[in-house]
């Protein structure tokens, strides 16, 4: 249970569309069988938007001259598990709680562009129908907000 005083790292994910309503999700490296959206840190004076599109393109090798904003969400929180906590604690120096994440909706203007990944955060991805994300593919403490994001989003 997060307390007001709690930190939570500021986040942005960036969901890909295609005219076709699929959409690009990403197997982390690790842990291997881990699927999810592009997502990252926000910066400091960096709004939402402007860190979805870089870490967007971090992960993806998409630009954003490749795709146009049409929705948003957010924020969402979800809270890290005790063991999570100290790994970013060690990692980032800063005893996070969790995540507050902003979603950002794209459509992609060319339905054959295909995303590079370097293997450094995602190692395989596919295009696939919202209604088929298998949340069983998320660790247990983000599948609330991902279920938030597909309602919100998707209506399911």
């Not at 993806?60 to 904003?69: A, I, K, M």
């Not at 980032?92 to 902003?102: D, F, K, S, T, V």
């Not at 909706?105 to 295009?127: G, K």
Request: net charge neutral; glycine share 8%; hydrophobic share 35%.
């Amino acid at each position: 249970m997060s307390h007001p005083t709690d930190l939570y790292r500021p986040n942005a994910a960036i969901i890909y569309q295609r005219s076709d309503g699929t959409v690009l999700v990403c197997e982390r490296v690790k842990p291997a069988g881990a699927w999810q959206f592009p997502q990252g840190g926000i910066k400091k004076g960096e709004a939402p938007v402007e860190a979805a599109c870089r870490e967007g393109m971090e992960e993806t090798g998409f630009r954003p001259n490749e795709y146009d904003v049409i929705a948003e969400h957010g924020p969402y929180r979800y809270d890290y598990p005790p063991k999570e906590r100290e790994r970013v604690l060690r990692k980032r120096g800063i005893p996070y709680a969790g995540q507050e994440q902003h979603y950002f909706l794209c459509r992609m203007l060319n339905d054959q562009a295909e995303p590079w990944l370097d293997n450094r955060e995602f190692c395989a991805y596919r295009w696939i129908q919202p209604a088929d994300f298998d949340l069983d593919k998320l660790p247990n403490f983000k599948r609330g907000v991902y279920q938030a994001v597909l309602r919100d989003f998707f209506g399911l």
